[in-house]
Every structure is written in structure tokens, then in C-alpha cells.
């Protein structure tokens, strides 16, 4: 059985290499840009170097910053970084050689590791818990510094080149003064970037290379998969705000990235987005690292189809943004898979049916290849895409609300599908009303930042 088989590797490979290592870290400062290094040691066998580099801005003044305080940012960095080369092999203990944590500590990157890999582990049908997976040791006496210097009520909003990014950027660049942060820029997220009036000059750009090694070990059969990347973002937003000298950092993540992937589990593809790691990870910068940088989700109150709507106003970005992982690399959007099918689902209340088409080059509800992902979508299957996708009553009052919008009883073959069901399940417009005028009240927004929000939702 193939559950078997992983089940075996996973338990093989964590006995022939036994410890990941968090060797150490470097940083240096080069014609004002800053470069990182990280080094990981797998059982001394394979040793692991990624790095990042953060070209020089005019907005940065990385010398303000002492050694002690780099070290903070900087090793922290690491600390979630060395997830993606972790799960290899999923050593059953991890040694941190640079600081000494904590049991606070420890018991935070535990549970951020467990379950940022949730999609990871029941991709790859691996039978373990919280308490057997890992264990965390730090031995060496030398402690991290808490910072504590004075920043500016500056925001600082990473732009991914989707709908919700743009959002956010729109709503907050009027109010506040802002820079927009993007890590491994793409022709969407630069392009976004440039349409809310920021220039490079203007905007963080952070540059990750993973080391070479890792896909070459993919490649010889170790273990592979999804890693909580919003989480690597949590960290380096801390050191790029730092440098910048700002307080604020908003995420746009909305109140449905908290909606498991597979339903009755904590398995959540979208983790690192949630309210949940939001409210840790809070905590544990100021408890950590500074007591003043606020980070929260700017977006949190709002459901994916209020952020849709919002985003259907800011015409400018329609060409140009993209939210299609495959795509990614061409700027396109590949029309196959569940990201298209739901960034078109979700917009289409709002957006009309040939511009949307002029957009995607085609007409993915006419496609009977994607009515897979649409079950997954709708709730007919047992499990959602492991996508970042919304959920199952935003998708079900989406499709419901074209529906009603359609004026032609020829329609296309996806829309004709999920109208049987709609009606099986008695579903009726209220739910499209209810979820456009609904307001989540768990989130960390400052005040002013949930003024600037209910006025552009409400108003």
C-alpha cells in the first residue's frame, strides 16, 4: 500500500539521519545591500547554504541597527527557514547551535513546524503527532537580545500580485505612508507595485535563493512538500521593517484562511495565514524580539468575497495581477487549475462574464475538464484544494449570485452542473447578502486601520 510505503520512508529516513542542525548564520553589508547566509547540516552528511539579499533602498539605515539586534532578525530568519530542508528527511531532532531557546520558545516553533507541514504530512500520508514528530535542542548558553528602539507609524505591505495584496495597497497607501514589500519579485507583484504609484526605488524587494542541493535531493526520492511560506514572510517582513525603521506590517489574509483544507482536521493549507499563527506569532515578537512592530492582517475582518468586491473597483490592476502559481513564472494565468477556477468564481459576481474572459483567454466555466475542481471547491468532494482558495459557503453564494445574474438559460457546463446542487441544497441569495455585509470581529487591526477598512467596505 502506498500509505504503507511512505509511512516506512518516513520512519527509514528518520533513522538514518537522526539530527538537522542550525549550524549558524552570516550577514554583511555591501554598497548599502544586505546579504544573508544561512547553514544547515543534515547528519553531517548534506549540508544546506541558502541565502537572501535585500538590495539597497534610500528608506533603509541598516547601521542604525546594533550587532545584537541583527542577530535577532537575522537568526530567526534562519530558524524558519531550515524548515524546507527539515522535512527531507524529518530528523527526529532538531539542534539549534547559534541561541538558546527557551521552553516558551521551543514550544512555539513546535507547534508552527507541526502545523505549517500539516498539508506536508497528509500529502505524503505520514502517520505522527505534535509531541513524537520532533524535538527541539538548544545547549549552548548565549541568549538572544529583545530590541527595543523607537519606529515610525510607517506600514510596510507585502504585494503578491493577487486580488487581496492589491486591496490592501490601495486602501492603505491614501491614508498612510506606505512601502510595499515583495520576496522573489514577478512581473505581477512588480506590476502591482508600479500601479499603486511606488517604484522600485520605492519598494522592498527581498531575493531568496534556496540552496541547489535541496531540489537534487527531491530528485533522489527524500521527502517533498508544502512549507508555510507566509510564516518565512512573517520573519523577513521583521527585518525589513527594522531596517526601514517602521512599526506596521500588513499581511492581507482574510477571515478564510482560518477554514481547514480538509474538513473536521487541523490540516490547513493556508496555516501561516490564519488567525491563529497571526495571534503566536504576535506574542512571540513581543515577547522576543520588539515589543513595538505590529504585525496583523489587515484584511482579517473581511471574507474573500468582500475582498472581491472591493478589488473589482481598482480597474487599473485588473490586467496585470495574478494570482495562479502555475502561471507564475510566465505571468499568465493557466486556466486548469483551482486558483484560476476560484479567482474566477469569486470575481464573477462582480465582474462581468466577457471582461473576465479577456482576462483568463477563456471561459473557464465552460471548461467540463475543471468540474473536478469545482466539486472540491463547492463541498462535493471530502477534501478542498490545497490551494488558497476561499471557502465553501463563499464559493456556493458566489455561483448562486451569477446565476441569478444570467439572463440566457444557455449555460456554460460548470454553471449548469453546481445549479443542481444549489438547488438540491436549497441554497437562496441570503447567503450572498449576509456574507457581503458581514464583519469578523476576531483581528488585530489597530483603530485607525479598522476606520480606514469598515469606510471603504461600507461606504
Not at 19 to 45: C, G, H, M, N, P
Not at 438 to 459: G, I, M, N, R, V
Request: glycine fraction near 4%; include cysteine.
Amino acid at each position: 500500500m502506498k500509505s504503507l510505503d511512505s509511512q516506512t520512508k518516513f520512519i527509514q529516513l528518520r533513522e538514518r539521519f537522526p539530527l538537522f542542525v542550525y549550524q549558524s548564520y552570516t550577514f554583511r553589508i555591501e554598497k548599502a545591500t544586505l546579504f544573508l547566509k544561512f547553514k544547515f547540516s543534515l547528519s553531517d552528511k548534506y549540508i544546506f547554504e541558502p541565502e537572501l539579499e535585500i538590495p539597497a533602498r534610500s528608506f533603509y539605515n541598516w547601521e542604525a541597527l546594533s550587532p545584537a539586534q541583527m542577530d535577532n532578525l537575522v537568526f530567526h530568519i534562519g530558524m524558519i527557514e531550515l524548515v524546507s530542508y527539515w522535512k527531507l528527511a524529518c530528523s527526529p531532532t532538531i539542534v539549534i547551535q547559534p541561541f538558546k531557546l527557551s521552553a516558551t520558545q521551543i514550544a512555539f516553533w513546535e507547534k508552527l513546524y507541526y502545523h505549517g507541514l500539516g498539508e506536508f504530512f497528509y500529502l505524503n500520508e505520514i502517520q505522527t503527532s505534535q509531541s513524537d514528530f520532533v524535538s527541539i535542542q538548544s545547549k549552548v548558553e548565549k541568549v538572544l537580545s529583545k530590541m527595543d528602539f523607537p519606529l515610525a507609524p510607517k506600514v510596510l505591505v507585502p504585494v503578491g500580485g493577487g486580488k487581496d495584496s492589491v486591496v490592501s495597497l490601495e486602501l492603505l497607501r491614501g491614508q498612510n505612508e506606505v512601502i510595499p514589500f515583495i520576496i522573489n519579485p514577478r512581473p505581477a507583484s512588480s506590476n502591482c507595485a508600479l500601479i499603486g504609484g511606488f517604484s522600485s526605488e520605492q519598494t522592498a524587494v527581498v531575493n531568496r535563493k534556496l540552496d541547489p542541493l535541496l531540489l537534487e535531493l527531491n530528485e533522489q526520492g527524500f521527502l517533498n512538500g508544502h512549507t508555510p511560506f507566509s510564516a518565512l514572510l512573517a520573519f523577513v517582513s521583521l527585518l525589513v521593517a527594522a531596517g526601514a525603521g517602521l512599526r506596521y506590517i500588513a499581511l492581507s489574509n482574510e477571515s478564510s484562511a482560518n477554514e481547514p483544507t480538509v474538513p473536521g482536521t487541523q490540516i490547513n493549507h493556508q496555516y501561516s495565514k490564519s488567525l491563529d499563527f497571526e495571534q503566536d506569532f504576535r506574542n512571540y515578537v513581543a515577547q522576543y524580539i520588539h515589543p513595538e512592530m505590529k504585525y496583523f492582517s489587515f484584511l482579517r475582518p473581511l471574507n474573500e468575497l468582500q475582498i472581491a468586491k472591493l478589488f473589482s473597483q481598482f480597474t487599473a490592476y485588473h490586467p496585470v495581477f495574478r494570482s495562479c502559481n502555475v502561471g507564475s513564472k510566465t505571468d499568465s494565468w493557466c486556466g486548469k487549475c483551482p486558483k484560476c477556477l476560484f479567482t474566477w468564481i469569486i470575481l464573477s459576481p462582480f465582474i462581468a462574464q466577457p471582461k473576465l474572459e479577456g482576462l483568463f483567454n477563456k471561459n473557464l466555466l465552460a471548461d467540463l475538464a475543471l468540474i473536478t475542481i469545482l466539486n472540491e471547491l463547492s463541498g462535493q468532494s471530502a477534501v478542498k484544494p490545497f490551494e488558497c482558495v476561499g471557502t465553501i459557503s463563499e464559493v456556493k453564494a458566489a455561483l448562486l449570485e451569477l446565476l441569478l445574474q444570467s439572463k440566457t438559460e444557455d449555460l456554460p457546463v460548470l454553471l449548469k452542473h453546481i445549479q443542481s446542487q444549489l438547488q438540491q441544497e436549497n441554497i437562496n441569495d441570503s447567503l450572498f447578502k449576509s456574507l457581503l455585509s458581514e464583519w469578523q470581529s476576531d483581528h488585530f487591526l489597530p483603530a485607525c486601520f479598522t476606520q480606514t477598512l469598515k469606510q471603504a467596505l461600507y461606504d
